[in-house]
């Protein structure tokens, strides 16, 4: 069994709006033809972290959805929600880029409507988790803190040792590493520090692997994870980089995908975390 607990369709009037929103959207954008290159995949960050705080909100302890909206914001349902969202915002973007004869701005303009979403989500959290008098800040401070640090201190690695590498793939390459340290570094917290099981197999395999250890009574269990998202996102990247130079537009894309398997997921963690104290 490799998908997550959890994982299941919603019902069938649900799948039919999903499926065709998600078919008119991808028909939509195939016809506006939005630029697309490696400043993509930084415009999209955002919009994985809301894919990622929109899930959570359907969790416990938050379960902040109406009954009628909830399967819209399941596993995998919420990604093709997400996606409907965004590529609604895409194509706007676009057409309002084209009409004024700015095609560059397109996707910075992605990137800040993300950001606002997102903004306006993390505050909403926040003040659910003040208002039910759980909201705690350290753990997803220290998540987020200590992810910038660790995947800065990596890319400057990357950069000494390769520094081609990095010059092609300058916006790409620190999103990719950024997503998945900070996956690594939240499931680590959550595993080791607060208790949460991991609901992905191959994360848990992982982790018990490493409780297996005895090293764990040290480093805890999450360390062995934190590593292997370490050398996978470094070794997309030094795999990538040339071909994103090459072919822009699925480079692009496919680091996007690479990068939303790590950022959602991180911040489904921390949207958790605010109303989570050990």
């Known amino acids: 069994m490799v998908l997550p ?27 506006v033809e939005p630029p697309i290159d490696q400043r993509t995949v930084a415009a999209l960050a955002p919009w994985m972290a809301v894919g990622g705080a929109l899930h959570a909100f359907n969790q416990p302890p938050i379960e902040a959805y109406d009954a009628v909206y909830r399967p819209l914001f399941g596993t ?4 093709l929600t997400i996606y409907v969202v965004l590529g609604t915002a895409w194509i706007a973007a676009s057409l309002l880029g084209v009409r004024r004869g700015h095609d560059e ?45 660790v995947a800065a201190v990596v890319v400057l690695i990357v950069a000494l040792w390769r520094t081609p590498v990095v010059v092609r793939a300058r916006y790409a390459a620190p999103v990719v590493v950024f997503a998945h340290t900070l996956d690594g570094i939240s499931t680590a917290i959550g595993t080791d520090i607060l208790g949460i099981g991991e609901r992905s197999p191959v994360p848990r395999a992982i982790m018990e692997f490493a ?24 070794a997309v990247v030094l795999l990538m980089h040339q071909y994103l130079e090459e072919e822009p537009v699925e480079g692009g894309l496919l680091l996007s995908l690479i990068a939303a398997v790590g950022l959602g997921p991180a911040t489904n963690n921390i949207v958790l975390f605010l109303f989570l104290a050990p």
């Open 5 to 31: 607990s959890g994982f299941g369709l919603p019902p069938l009037p649900y799948v039919i709006a999903l499926a065709s929103g998600t078919l008119l959207v991808t028909v939509l954008l195939y016809a």
């Open 76 to 79: 995998p349902s919420v990604y």
């Open 105 to 149: 701005t397109v996707t910075r303009n992605l990137g800040l409507i993300g950001t606002g979403v997102l903004t306006v989500l993390l505050v909403i959290g926040v003040t659910m988790a003040l208002e039910a008098g759980s909201l705690f800040l350290l753990w997803p401070t220290v998540a987020v803190v200590a992810s910038v640090v």
């Open 211 to 234: 409780g297996s250890l005895e090293a764990s009574s040290v480093l805890g269990s999450g360390w062995l994870f934190v590593a292997v998202k370490l050398i996978v996102a470094v």
